[in-house]
């Protein structure tokens, strides 16, 4: 729900930064998947067999971020949204924020959206935001109708309202999944869009690997059960604070899930059924990577990859067992960080020449072999922290556009402005080196202490606790504050718990060394702020205070 974190890996390619803004603008394919995290190969994940994702990254740079829809796409950040939950629609409950695609739609683009962009229902005004962000109304596939039906078949024959839902195709209705309409619907309107020189910003969002794994059933055959594992670390980390857990609600109302009789809340799925989710998921990763790969090849056969920029992103990561936790509910780096990788013709490649393939289509069905790898020092990867915020401002300026201004410390009247930052410099200067200083930023909200039915998607009235977390290239920091859902007002006094992870030693995060420091001092020097010192300004020095705190113990150790 909320915008997180994100590591930039930054892969340096032998070609020369153009100035962009200035020059004729390029069009944009803006591709949305959901809930992935970055389990794909370009991403250092040995299981994931996902060679058309991997191969957009070969020829683009590469992140790992997070976001909100609605952050991402109005480079705003929760508290100035303050959309905490799916019942609002931000112009009326917070401000008239111009959207990315809105921003696009101005300046003479033709905007177009596919599938899963805004988030569907109150929250995008039950029309996708059209027509401030959109040339036309949005396209949903149809068959979407049927995902929360019961649409798998069980062990009785009957069908039921699965978590896991591997399918014939064929014997859904239509013949079809919504996915595969959505990339029919996408190629469709890159077929027969006008001929004219109006540039266009096609988004494209993807339903799958969100829940349930409603997919093809052959796309399992990737991942043997016999050769699946289970989270390095699936057991409930011993000083987790009972705010931080995230009781994955939604998967436990799922039929197959509730006839194991799960206790609630830190009951652990059985080990078999683990492995099983775990496989349906990166099956859905590789479906999803095939429509992808669909999409960019008759981007290619149309010969627009030499004037379109392309970003694939998604809205949240999802934790496969890690901490006991399932789903995406939580601070935590596995449901947090999210794939980003821009392709920009003429900067992230070299000159592609006629006869050659941009982007030729990879199946993974029959070829199961083509993987990506990264392989210093063929190839140099840097590692920054990144936040999605800073996709509306850089894609702007990578396609030719104004980035737009960054905003003021109160911007709630403000309609065009971004509280994220233009990456482009990135791509201009290779020799960049990581940014030790870089943090961001993520948030959640809990209704109580302690694990609730509705603790994953608790909504307004019931926030009682937000939990703010920075994340640095060191460490994850988090705080767990008292907050008003009437004033939308947070106590920074109000600490109900605290997580800290040095992540060079705990990269999984499983060790809470919060308690192993005396805050008192810390506290104090923070009274002294003024009260409209900003949440993350506040979070930002005292990870400062703490981490030089940290290093002074190891030092003595």
Known sequence: MFPRFGLWLLLLHTVAFTHVAGRERRNVLFIMADDLRTSLGCYGDAVANTPNIDQLASKGQQAVCAPSRTSMLTSRRPDTTRLYDFNSYWRTHSGNYTTLPQYFKSRGYRTMSVGKVFHPGIASNHSDDYPYSWSTPAYHPASFTYEKEKMCKGEDGKLHANLLCAVSVAEQPGGTLPDMESTDEAVRLLKSRPDDDVPFFLAVGFHKPHIPFRIPQEYLSLYPIG?????????????????????????????????????????????????????????????????????????????????????????????????????????????????????????????????????????????????????????????????????????????????????????????????????????????????????????????????????????????????????????????????????????????????????????????????????????GKMASLPGTASVQMRMRLQLLYLSAGGKTSRGKA
């Not at 990166?282 to 030499?306: F, I, M, T």
């Not at 800073?390 to 030719?400: E, K, M, R």
């Not at 907050?483 to 939308?488: E, I, L």
Request: aromatic share 12%.
């Open 227 to 523: 050769e699946m594992r289970l989270a390095p670390d699936p057991d409930v980390p011993t000083r987790l604070p009972p705010v931080a857990y995230n009781p994955w609600a939604d998967v436990r109302r799922r039929d197959d899930v509730q006839k194991l009789n799960i206790s609630f809340p830190y009951g652990p799925i059985p080990k078999d059924f683990q492995l099983r989710i775990r496989q349906h998921y990166y099956a859905a990763v590789s479906y999803v990577d095939a429509q992808v790969g669909r999409l960019l090849a008759a981007l290619d056969g149309l010969r627009l990859a030499d004037s379109t920029v392309v970003v694939f992103c998604s809205d949240h990561g999802w934790s496969l067992g890690e901490h006991g936790e399932w789903a995406k509910y939580s601070n935590f780096d596995v449901s947090t960080r999210v794939p980003l990788i821009f392709y920009v013709p003429w900067v992230t490649t070299l000159r592609n020449w006629p006869q050659n393939s941009t982007f030729p289509f990879i199946d993974v069905l029959t070829q199961p072999e083509r993987r990506f790898k990264i392989s210093p020092p063929d190839d140099k990867v840097i590692r920054n922290v990144v936040e999605l915020v800073n996709v509306f401002p850089t894609l702007s300026y990578l396609a030719g556009l104004k980035a737009p201004k960054p905003c003021p410390d109160i911007s709630f009247q403000e309609e065009l402005c971004t509280e994220g930052e233009n990456m482009a410099y990135t791509f201009r200067h290779q020799e960049q080196r990581q940014n030790e200083e870089a943090i961001s930023f993520s948030q959640y909200p809990r209704p109580a202490d302690t694990p609730q039915v509705n603790s994953d998607l608790p909504d307004l009235k019931d926030i009682k606790i937000m939990g703010y977390s920075v994340r640095s290239w060191d460490y994850r920091y988090t705080l767990w504050l008292g907050f008003d859902p009437t004033t939308f007002q947070v106590n920074v006094s109000d600490v109900h718990a605290g997580e800290l992870y040095m992540l060079a030693d705990d990269p999984g995060q499983d060790r809470n060394i919060y308690s192993d420091f005396d805050h008192s001092v810390m506290m």
